[in-house]
């Protein structure tokens, strides 16, 4: 399967980024099929060719998320945004589950 996303170009601590056409399993910084632009994401400066990106995308390519949102954000297609990344557990979080089963854990005592 061909996916549409980011490899990672530029020096240590500065990081600019191709947008290329390569397939799902294939190393990040490895070969790819096509180079349709760049993301620069300390200028905020994203390129790509609208009409090559939109073939790719009508032969079945599938964009990662963070490529598909930064398309959505510059207006080269028209779709609602998609969740990239999910925040982390706080451990707040774990502590009503464990309180839901004190009680359960004492009853079974009682019983």
Known sequence: MLKLRLQRR??????????VVTEAGAPIKGRFI?????????????????????????RGVQASPTVHNLLVNHKV????????????????EAAP????????AQAEKKA
């Open 97 to 104: 589950t464990a309180a839901i089963a004190a009680p359960a």
């Open 10 to 19: 530029g020096k240590r601590n500065y990081a600019t980024y191709r947008v």
């Open 34 to 58: 096509a180079d349709v632009g760049h993301y620069n994401p300390h200028t905020n400066v994203f390129s790509v060719d609208a009409d090559v990106v939109k073939m790719w995308l009508g």
């Open 77 to 92: 297609i028209d779709a609602p945004k998609v969740t990239s990344w999910r925040p982390k557990k706080k451990a707040t």
